[in-house]
């Protein structure tokens, strides 16, 4: 069997490569198609690394999903060294390859088609996790989705969650490597929260209607009116993006009860419409009619199948059969009768009897005529003769009759497209500017910070959350920006509201949802927020499917507390001994996890643990911050946390020159070239005898030198 796969694989053409190795099509002794991937020999001489992709493929070889393929095997390739992985073949086009067409030919991803795609990624990703919910997927990404003709999302290459692990690369090699993303907490265990960002980094894709690479940084990009999203879908998917802590969703089941609401109400007809066009416009044939062969190259265009313009990975009979089912589905949907509550998803490809390459069909005879609607299982129609036609057709045949089929369906698609109006267009937008006494507060609108106070900026018409956030004081606005219209807000930050002074409990829990009770009162379900509680011992309990807690909290007053219990890994019996944890020496928010969940941040005065040891990473991702460290709680007591706060580059540069001061203390004439301070926000003062003086503000990252530049000339 290894001799007649590798063989078979040797022979095959159009591979698909990426980070994992080299992929190829297929046809075993059976004649039946299959999907092999020869591993990259760097992972393969990781002996732990094949027992990784061992295990977890005896691990799921009951798992049976529409949205999954289903691996066949692993085999020793023994004259290269390497494994070769089997499974069954996805007929269709991959995501990567679609948005690398889609960007080089400028084909737009409307929205339609971005919600189909998500809306079914999501759907798998959270039935993979209700079913193997002690797996973790680990590698979802553009090149390991297929899209069937009709549309269907098929995810490949599940085998690859722990073994991953046993690479020991750095968060970045993953990355770049790999095209994996990982979470700015991810220091051994890839869990859950992985998931969740590989799906959003996948939606992110559709946004932005291209591949990402290895420069992109996800925790970097930035989402602008131009990209159409309300304000609703941004937030979820900078929530999936892990950007912020204490709002990103913990699981794949989190994001997929929250995408509704994102995305709005499914309208199934619309989003399959907006697919399948999307895919016409990027599997259309770009044909321009070569010059008759002559006899002696007769001979050579017979032994070479027709190029396939910038989809090597695609098959003709693929990209024909995507053509079609978007004429079928544009024909059903203006006939009379046609039905607008057709909303039956895509379905798989018919049965192998009547799935007969399109390079094998007589192209010379008319297309099929379109069925009325898409039923569950499509019945395809040939023309007479094809299933028993046993004359071949030579490829100089074949030539000019696939460039005048895809002339034919090239003229019916451009006049469907052309007639299609757009479903999007940018978003009309208005000002909005905001100030605050004391000036320098940090803006956030929708989930994205956008600068600090005073700060003017056009904003989509619609509605926006704005956030402002100092030492003591978070304020949440919303406001209505509309077309044409200038909006302004000022606020007055001290003394406002003091959170130091204010008794609080948040309760937290993994997985989310858990019923939480106080002292018998039903207070709602985690996260939530508990600040009515008077000072002294109170008692938590916590229900949910997962499993049930019940801890007794100490309440200070003036303090506010978090209590965090992960309900799957235990149940805590009544009266459990903990202690607290408190970071005492942070100059900026740092956020707290432990094995990949988030217990609080440094804002919390004290934050409960069970008494034990704990190995926590601390991190603040902005600026490039983490740190691994091991604490042993004692029950009833305080652990304090010192951190080694570590310092970045800072270069100052002034025209003609200046004086400069680094948070009030002098740093001395520019231009200064990478001065060490510590990493975080910094106010920089430069005073000239003659041009006065100009402030700024900088943060320093660990990741970069940070860069000042002022032409005090100018006014």
């Known amino acids: 069997m290894e001799v007649a796969v590798a063989d078979s694989y040797a022979q095959a053409a159009q591979p698909f490569g990426d980070g994992f190795g080299e992929r190829r099509v297929i046809i075993d002794a059976r004649g039946e198609r299959l999907d092999v991937l020869r591993l990259n020999k760097t992972l393969s001489a ?13 691990r799921i070889s009951g798992f049976r999903h529409e949205a999954f393929s289903r691996i066949r095997s692993i085999e020793n390739d023994r004259p290269t060294g390497t494994l070769l992985i089997t499974a069954d073949h996805v007929r269709g086009a991959r995501l990567s390859t679609l948005l690398a067409v889609a960007e080089k030919r400028s084909v737009p991803i409307e929205r339609p088609a971005a919600a189909c795609l998500i809306r079914q990624l999501v759907r798998a990703a959270a039935d993979w996790r209700d079913q193997m919910p002690d797996a973790v997927h680990g590698a979802i990404g553009p090149d390991r989705i297929m899209i069937t003709p009709n549309g269907r999302l098929v995810l490949v290459d599940q085998i690859f969650g722990s073994a991953l692990e046993q690479l020991h690369y750095p968060r970045q090699r993953y990355w770049e490597e790999l095209g994996v993303p990982l979470p700015a907490t991810f220091s051994l265990t890839i869990t859950a929260r992985a998931d969740v960002l590989q799906v959003g980094a996948v939606a992110v894709a559709l946004v932005l209607g291209r591949r990402l690479n290895a420069t992109d940084r996800l925790d970097e990009i930035q989402f602008t009116p131009g990209d159409r999203l309300t304000p609703s879908l941004r937030m979820w998917m900078l929530r999936a993006l892990q950007r912020d802590p204490v709002n990103s969703f913990a699981s794949v089941l989190d994001a997929r009860a929250a995408l509704d609401e994102a995305l709005g109400e499914a309208d199934l007809v619309e989003e399959q419409d907006g697919l399948l066009l999307f895919m016409a416009r990027c599997l259309a044939l770009d044909v321009t009619a070569p010059p008759r062969p002559s006899d002696e190259d007769a001979s050579a265009a017979s032994e070479k199948p027709p190029r396939t313009d910038d989809l090597p990975d695609v098959d003709l009979g693929t990209r024909i059969e995507a053509l079609r089912a978007f004429l079928a589905r544009r024909s059903a949907r203006t006939e009379p009768g046609a039905s607008d509550t057709d909303t039956a998803p895509p379905e798989s490809e018919p049965p192998a009897s009547v799935a007969v390459e399109a390079q094998d069909l007589p192209l010379s005879q008319p297309l099929p005529p379109p069925t009325p609607s898409i039923p569950s299982r499509p019945e395809r129609k040939l023309p007479l003769g094809v299933l028993a036609s046993p004359l071949p057709i030579d490829w100089t045949r074949r030539l000019w009759l696939a460039a005048a089929t895809t002339v034919v369906i090239g003229i019916a698609l451009v006049a469907l497209i052309m007639g299609v109006v757009p479903w999007s267009r940018d978003a009309a937008t208005g000002t909005f500017s905001i100030d605050t006494r004391p000036a320098g507060i940090a803006v956030t609108i929708d989930g994205t910070p956008r600068g600090v106070t005073p700060l003017a900026l056009d904003l989509a018409a619609g509605e926006h959350l704005v956030e402002l956030v100092t030492d003591t004081e978070r304020r949440r606005i919303p406001v209505t920006i509309r077309a044409g219209s200038e909006s302004s807000q ?77 309900l799957a890994a235990r149940a805590a019996p009544v009266g459990a001994a903990a202690g607290w944890i408190s970071i005492v020496s942070a100059p900026v928010d740092v956020q707290l996890f432990e094995n990949g969940r988030f217990l609080g941040s440094s804002r919390i005065d004290r934050i409960m643990l069970p008494a034990g040891r704990h190995d926590l990473d601390i991190v603040n991702e902005a600026l490039g911050f983490q740190e691994r460290r091991a604490v042993q709680v004692t029950a009833g007591q305080v652990m304090a946390i010192n951190l080694r706060w570590p310092t970045g580059g800072l270069s100052i540069n002034a025209v003609p020159w200046a004086l400069a001061f680094i948070d009030g203390a002098p740093a001395g004439e520019t231009p200064i070239a990478n001065m060490q301070v510590p990493i975080g926000p910094h106010e920089i003062l430069l005073r000239h005898p003659q041009l006065g003086e100009r402030r700024t503000s900088v943060i320093v990252t660990s990741r970069e030198t940070a860069k000042v530049g002022v032409d005090l000339r100018a006014k």
């Open 46 to 58: 990781v002996p732990a690394f094949e027992a990784g992709v061992r295990e977890r493929t005896d």
């Open 490 to 566: 000022f606020l007055e930050m001290s003394g406002t509201a003091n959170v130091t002074t204010a008794t609080e409990l948040r309760v937290r829990t993994e997985p989310l949802g858990a019923a939480v009770t106080v002292d018998g009162r039903y207070v709602g379900r985690s996260p939530v927020s508990v600040g009515d509680l008077s000072p002294g011992q109170h008692t938590v309990v916590l229900k949910h499917d997962a499993g049930t807690a019940t801890e007794q909290v100490l309440i200070e007053p003036g303090k506010t507390a978090s209590l965090f219990v992960p």
